[in-house]
């Protein structure tokens, strides 16, 4: 089980509670593909993925970069219990979609980035830290079925 300071708690629940889920989910999501273009062969479905403006204007991208974020807003509600939380979502990653694990850090630094330019100078090194930690922490429970 993870430890949580009174500190960390705060951060992450402050910084869900300002975020606007579609704006950042679809910027997060949009960077990653941009970013990480081998990680656009998870969403063959989504239809025109051949530059950064369309993936940028993709309405695919934008609906699951909502998803991915609303979807963290559960373990924010369930920070005592992210493993069992993404149980679920753990094996139909691995075992149906067949994710590679390295994915969800590359969609988490993303993510940090897009959080850090929104918070702007209230992103120190303290809140980054407490960020980063929970996102590790859910990914940890994401890629659990892969070990």
């Known amino acids: 089980m993870v430890e949580w300071t009174e500190f960390e708690r ?79 979502l753990s094996v139909l990653h691995s075992e149906k979609l067949h994710v590679d694990p390295d994915n969800f850090r590359l969609l988490a630094d993303c993510l940090t980035i897009v959080v850090a330019g929104r918070l702007g100078n209230g992103f120190t090194a303290d809140v980054q830290a407490a960020f980063q930690k929970f996102l590790a922490v859910v990914i940890s429970a994401l890629t659990k079925q892969y070990h």
């Open 10 to 88: 705060a951060t992450i629940q402050d910084i869900f509670s300002k975020m606007d889920y579609e704006s950042v989910g679809h910027n997060a999501l949009t960077r990653c593909l941009v970013v990480y273009p081998w990680t656009q062969r998870y969403f063959g479905k989504f239809g025109n993925l051949y530059n950064a403006a369309a993936i940028a204007g993709n309405p695919l991208v934008a609906a699951h970069g909502a998803v991915v974020l609303h979807g963290l807003d559960k373990a924010v509600k369930n920070m005592d219990n992210i493993k069992a939380t993404y149980a679920e």
